[in-house]
C-alpha cells in the first residue's frame, strides 16, 4: 500500500507493511472485551481524556475486504480526533471470510451494538447515542448496521435493531461486491484484480455471482425502510470500489433523507483509504465529527 505521509508520528507506526494506529498513549481503555465466543468477536473501547460520562461513541468497523485487517490498523486512526471531542471510541473486530460467509460480518456488526448497548453503564457510553464509522468493507457493514430496517435478523440480534443509531460515516464504502476494482488505469485495474482475486468466493461462497445472488449484500436493497442520518465520503480516482458506487447511491438516499441527515463528499484525486493520507487528514475527518456532533440526542441517556 502507499506510504502514509504527514500523518501524527504518536498516532499512526508505519514501519510495517500494514500500518497501525498506536494506542499505547491513551489511558483510558478496554482492550479485547468479547462480545461473543469467538476470538474475533471482540472489541476495544476508548474513553476521553476527561469527564465521568456518559460518552456518546462511534462504533469503529475496519475494512479489508472482509477477509483481513483488524480493529488495531491504520482504519482506527481518524477517530482518535474524536476523542478530543468528547466521544468514545469502540473499535470492532468481526469474523472474517473464508473462515465465515456474509452476511455474518453484519451479524457480528449488529452483535457488538447490542453487547455495547447492554453494557453501556460499565463502560460510560450513552445507549442513546450510538454512532458508525466504518471504511471499505467496514462501509458497507456500518451502512448495513446503519438500516433503520435492514436485512433478516437471527432472532437474539433483533433488539439491536431498537438501538438508536445517531449517525453513520461510510468511508469508499464497498457498497456493490460486483463492482471491485472496475476503475483507473490498466495497471490499478490489474493490481485490484491480483489483490482480490476469488473475493465473491471467499466472501459469498460463490464464484460467479449472479446479481440476484448480490442483491442482499447491497444497502439499495433495504434503503426504503430508512437509514440513520448518512456521511459518505468517497474519492473520484478509487480504483478499488469504484466512486460511481457512492454517488448511486447517494441519488436513492436523497429520496429518503431530509438535506440536514446527509452528505455527500467527494474527495477529488483521492484514491481508495490507505492509498494516500487523505482519509487521515484533519480536513477529511473534521466535518464528519461536525456532522456527528450536531446529531447528538440532547437529554437524560435512555
Not at 479489508?64 to 482518535?80: E, I, R, V, W
Not at 458506487?245 to 477529488?268: G, M, R, Y
Request: hydrophobic letters at 40%; proline letters at 10%.
Amino acid at each position: 500500500m502507499a506510504k502514509l505521509t504527514g500523518l501524527n508520528p504518536e498516532w499512526m507506526d508505519t514501519s510495517g507493511r500494514m500500518p497501525v494506529t498506536k494506542t499505547g498513549h491513551l489511558k483510558r481503555k478496554y482492550e479485547n472485551v468479547a462480545y461473543g465466543p469467538d476470538p474475533l468477536q471482540a472489541l476495544d473501547i476508548y474513553l476521553p481524556e476527561n469527564g465521568d460520562g456518559p460518552f456518546p461513541v462511534i462504533i469503529n468497523v475496519h475494512g479489508g475486504g472482509m477477509t483481513s485487517c483488524d480493529k488495531h490498523d491504520f482504519h482506527l486512526y481518524p477517530t482518535l480526533y474524536a476523542l478530543e471531542r468528547g466521544f468514545a471510541i469502540a473499535a470492532i473486530n468481526y469474523r472474517l471470510s473464508p473462515q465465515v460467509k456474509y452476511p455474518t460480518q453484519v451479524y457480528d456488526t449488529k452483535r457488538a451494538i447490542l453487547f455495547l448497548a447492554a453494557h453501556s453503564r460499565q463502560y460510560s457510553l450513552d445507549p442513546n447515542n450510538f454512532f458508525l464509522w466504518g471504511t471499505s468493507a467496514g462501509g458497507n457493514l456500518v451502512l448495513m448496521a446503519g438500516m433503520k430496517r435492514g436485512m433478516p435478523l437471527p432472532e437474539e440480534l433483533l433488539p439491536a435493531n431498537e438501538v438508536p443509531i445517531r449517525g453513520v460515516a461510510a468511508l469508499c464504502p464497498e457498497i456493490d461486491m460486483g463492482d471491485v476494482g472496475s476503475f483507473g488505469a490498466w495497471w490499478e485495474r490489474l493490481y485490484i484484480w491480483l489483490l482480490f482475486r476469488g473475493l465473491s468466493e471467499k466472501v459469498l461462497g460463490i464464484k460467479k455471482p449472479t446479481p440476484e445472488d448480490l442483491k442482499p449484500t447491497n444497502p439499495h436493497t433495504y434503503l426504503g425502510g430508512g437509514i440513520a442520518p448518512l456521511y459518505l465520503q468517497h474519492g473520484d480516482r478509487d480504483p478499488a470500489v469504484p466512486v460511481n458506487q457512492s454517488l448511486n447511491f447517494a441519488k436513492a438516499v436523497e429520496n429518503v433523507l431530509p438535506p440536514e441527515d446527509f452528505v455527500l463528499d467527494i474527495l477529488p484525486g483521492v484514491a481508495h483509504a490507505g492509498g494516500g493520507p487523505d482519509f487521515f487528514l484533519p480536513q477529511h475527518i473534521f466535518p464528519i465529527l461536525d456532522f456527528f456532533g450536531r446529531h447528538i440526542a440532547q437529554g437524560r441517556p435512555v
